[in-house]
């Protein structure tokens, strides 16, 4: 177990509890013998509970005093299940023995011995099917292994055990002890010492009375009960059924007759297995990576399994995939769990019980024991006249089981949607995924993950382990991808959807948890600190862009928790978008294998076109940022010495800049327009519509988004900057645009020529550089691409409106990368409005548009598995 210290969870599950939610103690059972309570189970009447020192203590459920104490297993009792239907109780142990308790006599009806006896070591966990009155076992040398009451014990006797065994309620019925065969045991079945004779099954060295040969007379107060030896036969084991110990086991389907079981191990998986037939088949792997399987438990078609280091993996056996995974308390091993409805109570070895709802927020939250909470059960409480409710009950190595009242939680019914942007299959959650969409958004703003600056070097690392965590809890399997010393790292997530026989559709998203620098000057409140005012929320970063991503990563979620999510959709995040993408392309293609192949690419990074009409962006210009520098070899001079009499590299670069556009704004490059693609028809009335919209003159918005563009940024000189000085080294910073069908490297090859070809019409004696220092490729999206229709008619579905299809002027590199590199079309959803502020004081995102953003793509998600089958 992890001993490692109790703290603060970066976790998506809010904090619900108050002081009054927590549990009533209602009383404390406390063992005589000082032994810690590993395995509990109750009866309708009794609290049964395994011990640490060989032993089952029995309690009145009315009047919780000591009722009993079984006798007869020779180590730790691991294990406790009742068998309602039989009213059983069993019962498995280190000494490698299982029992058969009569719960209403409290007599000893079989011991059980396992296939291979001890080789099989500890018996961790048991799993009892009342339809197929079989009892699973799960082994400490990873061996699955069962025992069906219904088959022959032996080839010799054809009469099934269900013939033989004795009635839980007439257990004084005359009886044979059943015949087996078994192997010798070696110390149980062992003559003393003195008499060296070698052991067989007459041997009697007073083990016999742990139920190995003859009936148990010392373990309950009446010797007069018959115990029954069995044996689990060579033909009912799966050996190595795991990697790891076999730590728990959950049964589903109780009353069949497709009976399945899950089991949990130290190899870090779950496994289902189909147990219609006589050998349970193996039907699903699920791979937790989150340490040892320590406990399960099951509702319905969802498997909770808890893990070493604090976390609850949630998974669905409909669609075979992770839906959602709680942090309880990293670092804190988690022991125990039960249900209670659709209430979920884990115990930690911190002593620590939390209580979690069915949208996993924790609704309790409290130290149970000073110890380690190792074994919990719910059980019904005692009736007595109208009284009636819940028990949780704990026990721990504290010596102590804590009994506390609890309540069923209520139900609420789950809005069913007809349409294809909702899904009637079984829910997990009846909670808001919108409340889970906005604590996340909070925490995510409050990392300052500005990437320019290397003071907020680490806060970016930060942001990328936290969303790493966050995309991890709401389903997805998540990595971090390094990009190089000084960068920063890519955080890669995968919603995988529901298994089925034909190949998923795979969507990549990307997006950027990186944000620009935001100085407090101009704020209305803090830019780290997400507010929310008259319908907007207010952070730098949650329009661009990690409002979009949050909203993505929760419909995502939601269509896991609804088993609706049909697709795989891939979430690639960088940190380095607002600071060029370094290391972007190359990480990108040296994981290749990793992320897999995309159909489509689905991106949200810009705004609408107005404030009150959906937009779908389906093109962006590319970009060429340069440098230009012209020096001479001298120092900086004194104009008043110097001025006249040297060639001046200020004056040699205003007269290059002032050459590369006219005053009709026309770029003076020969050959630059050579391949800017004519305006379509069509294209002129899209604009002409967009027009009357926005009130603004189409051929502004052709200006801005279908024509390229030059514009010089900034002229920095060396020296001191006054007015007496030339400067010896001269740079100016410029950017070119540029549009379909331009080619990027040959707009850079004909803007480093034309530079170098004005420059030489100077004949200056100073040197001229040109750096180029990022590019970016132009992107056009395609309207008679099936995945756009998809995206446009969830738009138009979930608005009501058709949106308005719209080009941005400016460039997101990473996208026409990702096209070439993965050989598919992107889309582009904007979920802010014009307004939203990017880059500038007071950004922000209206609330609305944040809901409506993820239920688009909730639709679109389920129109592109729609579009595959």
């Known amino acids: 177990m992890s001993t490692k210290l109790m703290g603060e969870p970066a976790s998506l599950s809010r904090g619900l509890q108050s002081t009054e939610s927590s549990p009533l103690l209602v009383h404390s059972l406390s063992e005589s013998s000082r032994s810690s309570v590993l395995s509990l189970a109750a009866s309708d009447n009794y609290i049964f509970s395994g011990t640490q020192n060989q032993d089952i203590s029995v309690w009145d459920k009315k009047t919780f005093r000591l009722k009993h104490t079984l006798r007869g297993h020779t180590g730790s009792v691991l294990a406790l299940e009742f068998a309602k239907d039989k009213d059983w109780l069993l019962s498995s142990s280190g000494d490698s023995t299982i029992r058969v308790w009569c719960t209403k006599t409290l007599q000893p009806l079989y011991v059980i011995d396992p296939y291979m006896e001890n080789c099989a070591g500890d018996l961790f966990s048991l799993a009892w099917s009342s339809a197929l009155q079989t009892l699973y076992v799960g082994c400490q040398n990873t061996s699955l292994q069962w025992f069906n009451f219904l088959e022959t014990v032996t080839s010799s006797d054809s009469s099934s055990i269900a013939d033989n065994v004795p009635s839980s309620s007439s257990p004084g019925g005359a009886v044979t002890p059943l015949v087996q065969t078994r192997r010798v045991h070696k110390f149980f079945d ?79 998986s779950v496994k289902l297995w189909d147990c219609s037939n006589v050998t349970p088949q193996l039907l699903h792997e699920f791979h937790c990576n989150q340490g040892a399987i320590l406990t399960l438990v099951a509702r319905d078609d969802t498997i909770y399994a808890g893990c070493q280091d604090g976390y609850v993996k949630v998974l669905d056996l409909e669609t075979k995939t992770l839906v959602r995974t709680i942090i309880v308390h990293e670092g804190i091993d988690i022991i125990s769990m039960t249900m209670l409805g659709t209430d979920l109570y884990t115990c930690s070895e911190n002593g620590w019980v939390n209580r979690w709802s069915a949208s996993f927020d924790c609704t309790a939250s409290w130290k149970a024991h000073q110890g380690i909470a190792l074994s919990s059960i719910v059980t019904s409480r005692a009736r007595t006249g109208n009284n009636s409710g819940y028990y949780l009950l704990t026990g721990s190595n504290d010596d102590n089981i804590k009994v506390w009242e609890v309540r069923s939680p209520r139900t609420r019914p789950h809005p069913i949607d007809g349409d294809v942007g909702h899904s009637n299959r079984s829910c997990i959650g009846t909670g808001s995924i919108y409340d889970t969409m906005l604590y996340a958004l909070t925490n995510f703003v409050s990392i300052p993950s500005v990437s320019s600056e290397f003071a907020h070097k680490e806060d970016c690392r930060q942001a990328a382990v936290w969303l790493k965590k966050c ?4 389903g997805a399997h998540t990595s971090l991808l390094p990009t190089g010393e000084g960068n920063n790292p890519i955080v890669l997530a995968k919603f995988e959807g529901s298994i089925g026989d034909k190949p998923k559709p795979r969507i990549l998203f990307y997006g950027h948890y990186d944000v620009i620098t935001a100085p407090p000057d101009g704020w209305d409140s803090d830019p780290f600190q997400l507010s929310g005012r008259n319908g907007y929320l207010y952070g730098r970063g949650v329009t661009d862009d990690k409002g979009p991503i949050i909203a993505i990563a929760c419909a995502a979620a939601n269509l896991l928790t609804r088993r609706a999510l049909d697709v795989d959709l891939i ?20 994981h290749k294998s990793q992320i897999g192949n995309i159909d489509a690419i689905l991106v949200s990074n810009s705004t609408w076109i107005t404030d009150d009409r959906p937009c779908i962006t389906y093109g962006l210009r590319g970009v060429i940022h340069c440098v230009v520098e012209i020096s001479n070899d001298r120092p900086d001079l004194h104009s008043g010495i110097e001025g006249g009499a040297v060639a001046e590299p200020m004056i040699d ?16 490059i020969p050959g630059f327009y050579d391949h800017v693609l004519p305006k379509t028809e069509e294209e002129e009335k899209s604009y002409q519509v967009i027009s009357k919209v926005v009130h603004k003159s189409a051929t502004l918005l052709e200006s801005r988004w279908r024509e390229p563009s030059l514009t010089v940024h900034s002229i920095e000189i060396s020296g001191p900057k006054n007015a007496t000085v030339i400067p010896g080294t001269v740079k100016a910073q410029l950017s070119v645009r540029i549009v ?64 308005l299809r719209i080009r941005e002027g400016g460039s997101i590199p990473s996208v026409p990368y990702l096209e070439k590199e993965f050989g598919c079309h992107a889309l582009h959803l904007p979920m802010g409005q014009s307004s939203d502020q990017a880059h500038l004081p007071n950004e922000r995102i209206s609330l609305l548009n944040l809901h409506k953003g993820m239920e688009v793509v909730e639709r679109f998600l389920m129109q592109v598995a729609h579009q595959a089958e």
């Open 740 to 803: 379909p069908d331009q080619d990027l490297d040959t707009i850079v090859k004909l803007l480093c020529q034309y530079l170098q070809n004005s420059f030489d019409q100077l004949a200056s004696p100073n040197l001229l550089t040109v750096h180029i220092e990022q590019t970016a490729d132009w992107w056009l999206g395609k309207f008679d691409d099936r995945w756009f229709k998809c995206l446009e008619s969830a738009v138009r579905e979930q608005w009501g409106q058709e949106p």
């Open 571 to 590: 979430f690639l995040i960088e940190g380095e978008a607002e600071s060029g993408s370094t290391g972007f392309a190359d990480t990108v293609r040296k």
């Open 190 to 268: 062992s003559y003393p010492q003195h008499e060296r004779k070698p052991a067989d099954l007459n041997a009697n060295n007073n083990a016999t009375r742990h139920g190995r040969g003859t009936p148990d007379s010392d373990n309950i107060s009446d010797s007069s009960s018959q115990t029954y030896n069995l044996s689990i036969p060579s033909v009912n084991v799966i050996d190595s059924a795991h990697y790891g110990y076999i730590y728990c086991m959950a049964i589903l389907n109780h009353d069949g007759p497709a009976v399945q079981l899950a089991t949990g191990s130290g190899d870090e």
């Open 471 to 474: 995309l991890g809890q709401l």
């Open 653 to 668: 670069m205003v007269k290059i800049l002032s050459t590369l556009v006219d005053t009709q704004k026309q770029i003076q």
